[in-house]
């Protein structure tokens, strides 16, 4: 397995060519997608893919859109995350997740490794996202 949990570097010069907003009036959509433990996403992965994502009952493919928490800054961070999210009712397996930008190529923004594969059967399978702060938001700039 090749997943990393990480920003992919095409986000970041992607947040720096003003191509992606964070802010409370973005008219952007973000999502995330769930995959097997045989996908190959980290750092260099640049768009959303369906090689390896997850299938099953309850998934649909390209995932949950997400709800943003709004860019904002904490200590000497800039900070942003997002609302749980959940699949109900669901029959799945997924090892890691990609968040991405919904529309124009998908463009990646964070892998999620979650460090062994998460099963569902008939239950909820839900991304619990980290506190917003300094140190824990998912995606931060120091």
């Known amino acids: 397995m090749a997943t990393k949990q990480t920003m992919c570097t ?3 010069k992607a947040v720096f ?3 992606m907003d964070f802010s409370a009036n973005t008219t952007q959509t973000f999502k995330i997608a769930l995959y097997t433990s045989s996908a190959n996403i980290n750092e260099t992965t640049t768009a959303y893919s369906t090689s390896n994502e997850v299938v099953g009952t309850g998934y649909t493919a390209g995932g949950n859109t997400l709800t943003l928490v709004p860019a904002a800054t904490a200590g000497t961070s800039c900070i942003v995350s ?3 999210t959940v ?3 669901s029959n799945i397996t997924a090892r890691s997740a990609l968040i991405y930008k919904s529309g124009g190529g ?3 923004v964070a892998v999620l490794d979650f460090g062994a594969d998460y099963s569902t059967s008939g239950g909820n399978f839900t991304v619990d996202f980290p506190p917003v702060t300094e140190t824990t938001a998912v995606i931060r700039f120091s």
Request: hydrophobic share 35%.
């Open 87 to 89: 699949w109900n009712t």
């Open 106 to 108: 998908d463009p990646a």
């Open 82 to 84: 997002f609302v749980d």
């Open 17 to 19: 060519d003003g191509e």
């Open 10 to 12: 095409s986000f970041k």
